[in-house]
């Protein structure tokens, strides 16, 4: 395996064809074609399913692309550093994060880390909490975010979150608005409830028509989790995977969601329809672990691209942008 390679083979995956790639790299196909074989017997996988409309990457194949950016990166990276002197914290690092935790929160991460040390280079493996543990259980990320895992063999594992559990979804039919309780303030002398986040019971919310993800999901196993419990059942009223679906059939007045802190849809909460509340009796929590592989050090830039975590998750936690609590040894006063 070379540098050649593995560009070939980047080549081939973001073109989505063998024949679009090589024209892009100015190659033959045939020859093209040969080097994707020779780098499959070499690793022992297939890298692509072929069809006639192109190639598309398989679960290896995705996995390899994202390992050989890295390692491409870092080759560049290293014949620049040769080339002029050292100036500041230089490498790069790779961040195996939940996919609803990194829309609230690599952002102002990646943001403030580039204007600290602009010379570090960061990967994001951004999947669902499972496929996050896999990452780091086969090595391929330096630091991790998981979820609900405040242990893990191999691995150093510290308290970085928790956060709770909240119903959303548009009540266009008004019947969530009578389940929710909300905090009261008083006008003239009357209490009257205020509009925002409020508290459902968890018995209350299973028996709204709900919209949820299967049970594979760590959010949809919770709740399963607390309806056995409690002995009663989930009114399921649509199942789909997707994300994107998922919120459509909500934001469409379809049914009602289970949804982390990290994921609230601040903007929804002006909407009179918009039902939001965080779910009680029992309270659902997730919690959020940093984890790095305890057999090594951390290394400098890893631990820079952890310090800025920690850092903005603290502000964003001490702001309100997420409805989250720090471990109490992290708590400001």
């Not at 995956?13 to 017997?41: D, F």
């Not at 598309?56 to 002197?85: C, I, K, N, V, W």
């Not at 299973?206 to 309806?227: C, D, K, T």
């Not at 059942?233 to 459509?248: G, I, T």
């Amino acid at each position: 395996m070379d540098l050649r390679a593995l560009r070939y083979f980047i080549a081939v995956l973001e073109a989505g064809s063998l024949s679009r790639a090589a024209a892009s790299l100015y190659v033959a196909q045939p020859a093209l074609t040969a080097q994707i074989k020779k780098l499959e017997n070499e690793l022992g996988t297939q890298l692509f399913e072929r069809s006639h409309a192109g190639v598309t990457p398989t679960t290896a194949g995705m996995q390899l692309y994202h390992d050989a950016r890295r390692l491409l990166s870092d080759a560049a990276a290293l014949r620049e550093r040769f080339q002029r002197p050292p100036n500041g914290l230089e490498g790069s690092v790779t961040l195996a994060i939940p996919s609803l935790l990194s829309s609230l929160l690599l952002g102002p991460v990646l943001m403030r880390l580039k204007e600290r040390h602009p010379l570090v280079r960061v990967f994001v493996l951004d999947d669902l909490s499972l496929m996050v543990k896999k990452a780091m259980l086969d090595r391929r990320a330096d630091v991790g975010i998981l979820v609900d895992t405040p242990v893990l063999e191999g691995m150093a594992c510290e308290p970085l979150a928790e956060e709770s559990i909240f119903l959303c979804g548009f009540d266009v039919g008004g019947i969530a608005a009578p389940l929710v309780k909300r905090p009261r303030k008083s006008i003239s002398g009357k209490a009257v409830a205020r509009r925002g986040i409020g508290d459902i019971a968890f018995a209350k919310a299973a028996q709204l028509p709900l919209v949820l993800q299967s049970r594979r999901f760590n959010i949809r196993q919770q709740v399963e989790g607390a309806a056995s419990n409690l002995g009663i059942e989930l009114n399921v009223a649509y199942e789909h995977d997707s994300a994107r679906v998922l919120r459509s059939l909500y934001q469409a007045g379809a049914g009602f969601t289970f949804t982390p802190g990290c994921a609230l849809d601040a903007s929804a909460l002006t909407n009179e329809h918009w039902i939001c509340a965080r779910v009680t009796e029992p309270e659902l929590k997730r919690s959020y672990t940093l984890a790095t592989p305890a057999n090594r050090a951390v290394d400098p830039v890893a631990q820079a691209l952890i310090d800025v975590l920690r850092e903005e998750i603290e502000r964003m936690v001490g702001e309100g942008i997420w409805k989250a609590e720090l471990p109490a040894g992290h708590q400001k006063d």
